[in-house]
């Protein structure tokens, strides 16, 4: 009798070994592969310092600067001296060792501030409560507190956490009692001044209603403030309504004088005059041989065409978009495969393979480099033409363009835009769509007029109030728009002036285009 034929049991062993070594070599590709980009940007001392940059921002935006100070501090004072460095082209190791000094720096500030979060909870709540209401304008008792609570920080920094936990509850009281004194002066006085006003245009007479309904909402909402100083959002909710209410009876009052001299036909073009106004901006059927009623009805319609239409053309982009994504994988798919047949009829190794892949990545990261740059200066004169001289500066830092914005004005004081504004934000927002969707960072800087405290919240205020118009008018998605205050601590000019205070007061719009995966 025949012995039956066996495979060796080594062959299936090899196999295995074989599919291992692979799957190593794979491994070793994509590990050289993010390797190179590493070492790229750590021979490119521009992106390092670029990125460094970019860190410090988003570690202000989370407070690092207030919930570690002193490492916060440290970390900027270090990445200020890589910038210093690469400005002089000093040695590429001495922007490498500033920067790695700054991103320890960081990271520790990091680990405090995590530390400080979850220590000072309820004393972060009621700080930014306070700021909300408007507690800097007592500056004196404002800057006090804002001292104790760095006093806590900073204790958490010297691993003293005993003495933030005894100390947090007599700030948070401090910080409510700023609140409530700031939501009673900064709106109820301002609502009763408002009354006041009218009441001086006879608006008791005049406009009965409309002033009844201010007078009981002021004094519901003093009355509920004092009974009730910790109901945060109630309170708030209250002054608000109050202020709308005052401030629509002096509009109310103002044209209900206007309109008691006035003729009745002149009322009634006057208010034809205005729909017809709307009417035309939206591209409306001239329709004012109509009812009142039916030319409402014309510029309701005509908006809630136009809201169809830029919801639809939003989907539309929406889904050109996953199908460009569907199309382009696909491709690299086609492209992947065709690669390993070229790689088997060659019948190279895995290591020429690997040699080929790894010049291929740095010739194809080179290549896109160079049209990057390119595409960067044809945008970058492009948006020099959206702007004249007198509203803002366009200049390229690195990889990013900066829009420093002369003509973007703001009521003393406060945050609000004002209209005059709206065509400069409106050429902000071209230039910004010139970029397709890129990153965005709002800065907001004041002069040295006023306490660094008020000077920090306004600045922060403002540069909030323009990312919120951003956001509103769907510019960019939220999370591709963040907006930091610098107070004046990054100033342009000399504050002795008016003209160099006037020049530090600004808003800075920080573009960067999305980086293309190589």
Not at 179 to 197: D, F, M, N, Q, Y
Not at 220 to 236: G, L, Q, R
């Amino acid at each position: 009798m025949k012995n039956k034929a066996r495979n060796p049991i080594w062959i299936p062993l090899v196999i295995v070994g074989l599919a291992l070594i692979g799957c190593v070599q794979s491994q070793m590709a994509d590990s050289a592969g993010a390797h190179n980009q590493n070492k790229a940007m750590m021979d490119n001392p521009v992106e390092l310092v670029n990125q460094l940059s970019s860190d410090i921002s988003k570690a202000r935006m989370a407070q690092l600067n207030i919930l570690s100070p002193e490492g916060f501090k440290k970390a900027e004072r270090a990445f200020f001296s890589a910038q210093e460095d690469l400005e002089k082209g000093n040695e590429i190791a001495d922007i490498r060792k500033a920067v790695m000094e700054s991103r320890n720096y960081l990271q520790n500030a990091e680990e405090i501030a995590t530390i400080s979060r979850t220590t000072l909870a309820d004393t972060l709540k009621a700080r930014e409560m306070a700021r909300s209401a408007g507690a800097a304008m007592f500056e004196n008792e404002y800057r006090r507190v804002e001292n104790d609570f760095l006093n806590l920080t900073r204790a958490i920094e010297r691993d003293n956490l005993s003495y933030a936990q005894n100390n947090r509850s007599k700030v948070i009281e401090r910080y409510r009692e700023l609140e409530v004194r700031a939501i009673k002066e900064e709106t109820i006085g301002k609502v009763r001044a408002l009354i006041a006003r009218a009441e001086a245009a006879d608006a008791q007479k005049i406009a009965p209603r409309s002033y009844d309904q201010a007078v009981d909402q002021i004094n519901a909402t003093d009355a509920f403030i004092s009974a009730n100083p910790y109901a945060k959002e109630e309170m708030h909710a209250m002054a608000r309504e109050a202020l709308f209410k005052a401030n629509r009876l002096v509009v109310v009052t103002e044209q209900s004088n206007r309109i008691k001299t006035m003729k009745p036909e002149a009322i009634v073009l006057l208010v034809e005059n205005h729909l017809h106004t709307i009417s035309t901006a939206l591209g409306a059927q001239d329709m004012r041989d109509q009812a009142y009623q039916t030319q409402l009805d014309n510029i309701i319609g005509s908006v809630n065409s136009l809201k169809s239409d830029r919801t639809f053309m939003s989907e539309k982009n929406q889904a050109l978009l996953v199908e460009m994504e569907t199309l382009k994988a696909d491709n690299q798919a086609q492209i992947d495969a065709l690669n390993v047949r070229v790689a088997t009829l060659e019948g190279k190794t895995r290591e020429d393979q690997m040699a080929k892949e790894r010049m291929a990545r740095e010739r194809m990261a080179a290549e896109q480099r160079l049209a990057a740059e390119r595409k960067f200066n044809q945008l970058y004169v492009a948006v020099q033409d959206y702007f004249e001289n007198d509203e803002a500066e366009v200049y390229k830092q690195e990889n990013q363009l900066v829009l420093r914005l002369k003509a973007m004005r703001f009521p003393v004081g406060k945050s609000i835009i004002m209209p005059e504004n709206y065509a400069l934000l409106s050429k902000v927002q071209k230039a910004i769509h010139t970029f397709d969707e890129p990153r965005v960072i709002i800065e907001g800087h004041t002069d040295a007029t006023g306490s660094d405290e008020v000077n920090m919240l306004l600045s922060q205020q403002r540069a909030e109030a323009v990312r919120e118009y951003m956001v509103a008018n769907q510019t960019l998605p939220p999370n591709s728009v963040s907006a930091v205050g610098y107070g004046s601590e990054r100033p342009l000019a000399s504050n002795a002036t008016s003209a160099g205070r006037a020049i530090n007061r600004r808003i800075d719009i920080l573009i960067i285009p999305e980086a293309k995966p190589i």
